[in-house]
């Protein structure tokens, strides 16, 4: 089979040919098609597949392309995992809410907003492009914000879209390590949507074992939340890291002020990986990757992949449309759920009844991330202040008409309609 990879000049490549390496048996890729808008990148990355997949006795041909047709045609996988402004305008993100003592943050935020406006247009033409020269290859959007991206792609009517985040994989594998068990043996009961999740149950073989992590093992548990261990004993649930910007916001973006943004960091790993790729010597996936947030992402990737190829029907935790999964939400709504794979798309799993605490926000994004996406479709000043008031970390109107008139003007270059 043909996988594509949009944005394959991406550091996050050699995560999934490495990927591909382990799990040869079970996926028969036979032609890895790269495609970037910057030729440079893409040498660079496709020389350094090359070299993993020969040094994995993995026999498939690695292709490069500058267009989205030749590189989608005749693919039975396309994903896309790109960053519309690179890391420049993450940093911008990052940085301009803080002038309004709002958080700074890629996803999460004003930031997240303007992430979203630069992104669903590109998102839309790359699905519009790929949709001609093929229309059943199956699309997994690994592209932040993804659950806005996603919803923008089904709402276009594309079909055979999946949204895809590690964070469900990432908390399996720590709670195995914690329990030392294997990861197989861990189901989750993870509810909300993207990078707004909570594990309500953590199965171990059907049986709930989080009041014993939380009891035996909170700290360790906690840590991966970023928040105190006594609040999520409180809480009964395991809140994803970026719950953490919400319940702990005035003291993130306190030490945001004082400490720096992600963005400078992820730059400075980003050059020492490229210059690891480019080093012929380098055959492997470098360790350096592991400090990427997103660096398991191939096992989810993967694993979601092979169900996709077999038509299997085994549970993924993915972003899919919510139809009835959460009913306080609208049906066209995204979600982040356990969901299984039908030929027509991913479909979200009946899911238990969930609490007012946690509802209650959930409910309020969701209505930002629906106002978010008319900006990024529509554009105009008054939808992107909409998106902002209706934020529950801005929600105040000066604050979010001086976003408003921020995120434009650092955004302008991407924005078709500013
Ligand atoms: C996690 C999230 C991704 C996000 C990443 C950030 O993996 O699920 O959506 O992009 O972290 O990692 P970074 O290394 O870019 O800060």
Not at 62 to 67: A, C, I, Q, Y
Request: glycine share 8%.
């Amino acid at each position: 089979m043909k996988l594509t990879i949009i944005g394959g000049g991406s550091t996050y490549t050699p995560e999934i040919v490495d990927g591909l390496v382990r799990l040869r048996r079970q996926l028969d890729i036979t032609e890895l098609a790269l495609q970037d808008v910057s030729a440079d990148r893409l040498a660079v990355l496709a020389a350094m597949s090359r070299r993993m997949l020969a040094a994995g006795d993995h026999l498939a041909t690695v292709s490069t392309h500058t267009d989205i047709a030749s590189a989608a045609d005749g693919a039975d996988i396309v994903l896309v995992q790109l960053r519309v402004g690179g890391q420049a305008a993450r940093l911008q993100d990052e940085t301009l809410p803080l002038q309004c003592d709002c958080l700074g943050q890629e996803t999460t935020g004003a930031g997240g907003l303007a992430k979203a406006l630069r992104t669903v247009p590109v998102m839309l033409q790359v699905a519009k492009e790929v949709r001609a020269v093929n229309p059943t290859a199956w699309l997994i959007d690994f592209t932040n914000p993804v659950g806005i991206v996603t919803r923008a792609l089904l709402e276009a009517g594309h079909e055979r879209v999946v949204g895809l985040c590690s964070a469900a994989v990432v908390f399996q594998q720590h709670f195995a390590k914690v329990l030392d068990v294997a990861p197989q043996r861990i189901t989750l009961d993870h509810v909300g949507l993207n990078h707004l999740t909570w594990e309500r149950r953590v199965l171990l073989d059907g049986t709930d074992v989080l009041p014993q992590l939380l009891a035996e093992h909170g700290d360790r548990v906690a840590r991966a939340t970023g928040l105190p261990t006594e609040l999520v004993r409180r809480l009964g649930t395991v809140p994803s890291y970026y719950l953490h910007y919400y319940y702990a916001h005035d003291e993130v973006v306190a030490e945001q002020k004082t400490h720096g943004v992600r963005a400078q960091e992820v730059m400075e790993i980003e050059s020492q990986l490229l210059a690891q790729y480019a080093d012929e010597q380098v055959t492997g996936k470098p360790d350096l990757l592991s400090r990427r947030g997103g660096a398991y992402y191939s096992q989810a990737a993967l694993d979601l992949m092979a169900s996709l190829r077999r038509g299997d029907s085994r549970v993924h935790v993915l972003n899919v449309r919510n139809s009835s999964a959460l009913p306080f939400l609208p049906p066209d709504a995204v979600v982040e759920v356990a969901a299984t794979i039908t030929p027509d798309g991913a479909v979200a799993q009946p899911v238990e009844p969930v609490e007012p605490l946690i509802a209650g926000l959930i409910a309020h994004v969701t209505a930002y991330e629906q106002l978010a996406l008319e900006a990024a479709v529509h554009g105009g000043r008054k939808r992107v202040f909409r998106a902002l008031l209706a934020h529950p970390l801005i929600g105040q109107h000066a604050i979010a008409d001086r976003l408003t008139d921020l995120l434009i003007a650092g955004n302008r270059e991407h924005l078709p309609w500013a």
